[in-house]
């Protein structure tokens, strides 16, 4: 058995859209999760014109998926830091506090979107940070770092129903400590900056925490918890996370750039971070 899920931001999702929706499929009756906001329902199959609703949904911003049913709720989450559980790169506001901001937020979105290589544009984007004052991090973190919306809701949730958080960022561990104290995560790991003297020194420590490091740590997670990669929930938003979303048993392309979206079943560019709590069959009744 399938469920089909529609996901819009608050008051966005009309009763009449998902009875439409769900009449058309054949499906069974709506679940309501959240009033106007999220609904599902069962299917017996995957439709054949699913990307085909997709797409004209998108168009009423409205998010749809289609997965198992058995299984949906997880006991992991694994996400992405920059641009997935906060709204900013960090590496892009240093370099603004550097001077460079443009042509380092240029390097990101290109690296980002799958252009370049990971590892050789944060190399060349750290290479123009070289003597920036440490005391910058802090000024950053203060003033120009947001935590996405939900974020702190999806993650309370999950632990509260007993599952294990982890957030794993391409980035700086000068940065994950904070957001995943700040968000409850049990756990976080990203790159480590080089700092000499009171400055950065344009490098990181190796080795360099990139694609594949993010699928070796999704197993490594998964198996000191006792689980297999299928009992994890995914989230992130640029092409460094396409091998952990594609890994996880529910990989979630999260305002994702659309090469990356194109890569994953799984997409939401509406709703907000709590929306993976509605994958799961979470109510808003429910949440933490």
């Not at 460094?240 to 392309?253: E, K, P, R």
């Amino acid at each position: 058995m399938f469920i089909a899920t529609l996901i819009a931001p608050p008051g966005g999702l009309e009763p009449q859209l998902a009875e439409n929706l769900r009449n058309a499929w054949g499906g069974g009756a709506v679940d309501w999760l959240a009033p106007d906001e999220a609904a599902e329902f069962t299917l017996e199959a995957v439709p054949g014109n699913l990307w085909e609703v997709w797409d004209d949904l998108q168009k009423l911003g409205v998010d749809l998926a289609v997965q198992q049913e058995n299984g949906r709720k997880k006991r992991l989450l694994i996400a992405d830091m920059d641009s997935t559980m906060i709204q900013q790169e960090c590496i892009d506001e240093l370099a603004e506090a550097a001077g460079v901001g443009e042509h380092v937020r240029e390097i990101t979105a290109r690296a980002m979107n799958g252009e370049l290589d990971f590892e050789g544009a944060l190399l060349e984007r750290m290479a123009l940070l070289r003597g920036l004052s440490e005391a910058v991090i802090a000024e950053v973190l203060e003033a120009r770092i947001t935590h996405a919306p939900g974020g702190d809701t999806l993650v309370a949730t999950m632990r509260r129903n007993g599952a294990h958080t982890a957030l794993v960022s391409g980035g700086f561990t000068a940065f994950t400590g904070p957001v995943a104290a700040a968000l409850g995560f049990d756990e976080h790991r990203a790159n480590v900056l080089g700092i000499e003297n009171g400055a950065l020194t344009g490098d990181v420590a190796r080795p360099i925490l990139g694609r594949q490091a993010k699928v070796d740590a999704l197993d490594e997670i998964t198996g000191r918890l006792g689980l297999t990669p299928s009992g994890a929930i995914a989230v992130g938003d640029g092409a460094n996370d396409l091998g952990m979303l594609g890994h996880a048993g529910a990989g979630v392309a999260m305002h994702a750039k659309p090469s990356v979206a194109a890569e994953c079943d799984l997409r939401i560019n509406h709703g907000d971070l709590t929306a993976l709590l509605y994958l799961q069959g979470y109510a808003r009744s429910e949440f933490a």
